[in-house]
């Protein structure tokens, strides 16, 4: 089993940042893909980017390219979002997933997911 625990979600101006972490323990995720969710107040939760487990490959939502990174430290193991230029529409409970699967670089099987670490974006 592999726990996975958000932090660095919290309240910032528009335009201001923030930089999210997940770490996992139970076991080492290094050949795991790693990604970001986020749910908004009454819509279903959407994929926003994932990194592969060299990290040389990430890929991102649309609407968050130029403005959000992720990356992740394999001897940690752990994942990070970094949020720039921020928007309220960013505002959303944002959820660290990892895929069961070795080598899965998609979140459609069985995944774990974290509890949530709530981000809020003020105008």
């Known amino acids: 089993q592999v726990q996975l625990v958000e932090s660095g979600g919290g309240l910032v101006q528009a335009g201001g940042s923030l930089r999210l972490s997940c770490a996992a323990s139970?076991?080492?995720?290094?050949?795991?893909?790693m990604g970001w969710f986020r749910q908004a107040p009454g819509k279903e939760r959407e994929f926003v980017a994932k990194?592969?487990?060299?990290?040389?490959?990430?890929y991102y939502v649309d609407s968050v390219k130029g403005r959000f990174t992720i990356s992740r430290d394999n001897a940690k193991n752990t994942v990070y979002l970094q949020m720039n230029s921020l928007k309220p529409e960013d505002t959303a409970v944002y959820y660290c997933?990892?895929?069961?699967?070795?080598?899965?670089?998609?979140?459609?099987?069985?995944?774990?997911w974290g509890q949530g670490t709530q981000v809020t974006v003020s105008s």
């Open positions: 997933a990892v895929p069961q699967a070795m080598g899965a670089m998609t979140f459609g099987g069985p995944t774990y």
């Open positions: 139970g076991r080492t995720v290094s050949s795991h893909a």
């Open positions: 990194i592969l487990w060299s990290g040389s490959s990430a």
